[in-house]
């Protein structure tokens, strides 16, 4: 009944952008916590970007001042902006969100792959 589907990952070259697409149950879509993590080769889960207190977003040390998260309400998506990009940025990205009842929902992960 809930569904979380990311979709927009391909391969970029290095100082590329890209944007990540997370598509959001409409009746969880407003409900914090609701984020972006990421899974590179040989490492674990991370935090990457996510709303935890309104429409203030959050970033992990590493993407800040280059992602940016956002939400468009009209097509209930959650949307990552991804800007210079660094080949430590490529890895499985995961859509994460949560119902009003506490539980987490994730998405399958779409692939980044930063190269040249």
């Known amino acids: 009944q809930v569904h979380v589907a990311e979709s927009g990952g391909a391969l970029v070259q290095p100082g590329g952008s890209l944007t990540l697409s997370c598509a959001v149950s409409?009746?969880?879509?407003?409900?914090?916590?609701v984020g972006w993590f990421r899974q590179g080769p040989g490492k674990q889960r991370e935090f990457v970007a996510g709303?935890?207190?309104?429409?203030?977003?959050n970033y992990a040390d590493t993407v800040k001042g280059r992602f940016t998260i956002s939400r468009d309400n009209a097509k209930n998506t959650l949307l990552l902006l991804m800007n210079s990009l660094k080949p430590e940025d490529a890895a499985v990205y995961y859509c994460s969100a949560k119902s009003p009842y506490g539980r987490v929902y994730w998405g399958q992960g779409t692939q980044v792959t930063v190269s040249s």
């Open positions: 409409k009746n969880i879509f407003s409900i914090n916590p």
């Open positions: 709303f935890t207190d309104g429409d203030s977003p």
